[in-house]
């Protein structure tokens, strides 16, 4: 029996100045129809992996920042919150890159999650006593694995480092859920793993000179279930575990555009293979312009044991007609899923928000 209640998945990130506006925000717009709450990953983790870049990597003794975006003070949070549209890359030229200091180990005190979402929770607690959100929905929070993490920090000789950083960066994400099971109780807590480089990696197979300049050791598909399988040990039982299969968001565009679910589906069944408990929901993407049953058609493989499937096919851009026609040919492949986007959405313009959560609703009428 399912685990995951509600048709709507949202993915993260969600335009708001804080915790409180974001998830005010889902849950007024939402409700019941909202499977999982997130904090919005407001400030600085809107722009995800970025996050570790300018508060983690550039501030480590241990590591030497190679290229950056616009300066920043690592001390001065107050200052990166009014810088945060110059420190976040414009493209490839300058996005952040670290190599280790003269053969330093590398060790990270905390990754700064734990922090944020015990903070945040504070803000759920206080939604649910004023029955804004429910008391059967959990608090999620959304994490990259390492390759994700460290692998698009490196540059070209990043093989040489990688092993060490992803290795204290595994380290440190055992302790950071810890931290937050410390405060927040098992049962109200989704973790979710966000699986983009990873993914992106097994569908070219390492094979991309622009996203991948160097490879880490072993095949893609191994290496991904090998860290999926460690990153799902820390996740306790009782505490639900997603996986949210990504392409990449950057400029509302994919990295590499998905050719079909095939990869998709390939990758969730080395999941299920790999991690020793229970996978409580995946999540998927589907480009606004895929409404053809090639694209389904791979789902007729998608493994068991791999808990609610939650399509990524809402879009703003072609609002609820065009989400009607992915989800009708959705329809002819899978029976009983939810709804997304395809990634989170917190650097979308706020004055789209309306339009969005009205997709959203109505499309979650017709399951």
């Avoid at 072993?218 to 996740?235: D, P, Q």
Wanted: negative net charge; glycine residues 8%; contains cysteine.
């Amino acid at each position: 029996m399912s685990r995951v209640d509600g048709s709507v998945l949202l993915v993260g990130s969600i335009p708001g100045s804080d915790a409180q506006e974001a998830m005010r925000l889902c849950a007024r717009e939402l409700g019941d129809r909202l499977s999982f709450v997130p904090d919005g990953e407001t400030g600085f983790r809107k722009i995800w992996i970025n996050f570790l870049a300018a508060t983690r990597y550039a501030p480590n003794d241990a590591l030497e920042t190679v290229n950056q975006p616009e300066p920043v003070n690592p001390d001065d949070p107050e200052e990166w919150r009014e810088a945060s549209d110059y420190w976040v890359p414009k493209g490839y030229h300058d996005h952040w890159q670290f190599r280790i200091k003269d053969n330093r180990q590398v060790y990270f005190e905390h990754l700064g999650y734990a922090q944020e979402a015990v903070a945040s929770y504070q803000v759920f607690k206080q939604l649910q006593a004023e029955g804004l959100i429910s008391a059967r929905q959990r608090f999620m929070v959304a994490m990259p694995m390492c390759e994700s993490a460290v692998r698009p920090f490196l540059g070209k000789a990043g093989e040489h480092d990688y092993e060490q950083i992803s290795g204290a960066y595994t380290e440190a994400m055992s302790r950071e859920i810890a931290k937050m099971l410390e405060v927040i109780p098992a049962g109200d807590l989704v973790i979710q793993w966000d699986i983009c480089m990873e993914m992106l990696a097994v569908d070219v197979n390492d094979d991309h000179s622009v996203l991948f300049p160097w490879k880490p050791r072993g095949e893609a598909l191994g290496r991904y279930a090998k860290n999926v399988k460690t990153f799902s040990e820390f996740v306790p039982g009782e505490t639900l575990l997603g996986l949210h299969f990504c392409y990449g968001d950057l400029g509302h565009r994919h990295f590499i555009e998905p050719r079909n679910l095939a990869n998709a589906t390939r990758i969730a069944t080395a999941s299920v293979q790999a991690i020793g408990r229970t996978i409580d929901f995946c999540h998927i993407p589907v480009p606004r312009d895929r409404h053809d049953d090639a694209y389904f058609a791979p789902l007729a493989d998608w493994p068991d044991n791999t808990g609610k499937l939650f399509l990524g096919l809402v879009h703003h851009t072609g609002g609820v007609d065009g989400t009607k026609r992915r989800l009708a040919t959705a329809k002819r492949h899978m029976d009983n899923f939810g709804i997304a986007t395809e990634c989170g959405f917190g650097r979308r313009p706020k004055e789209t928000l309306p339009e969005l959560m009205r997709i959203h609703r109505e499309i979650a009428e017709l399951l």
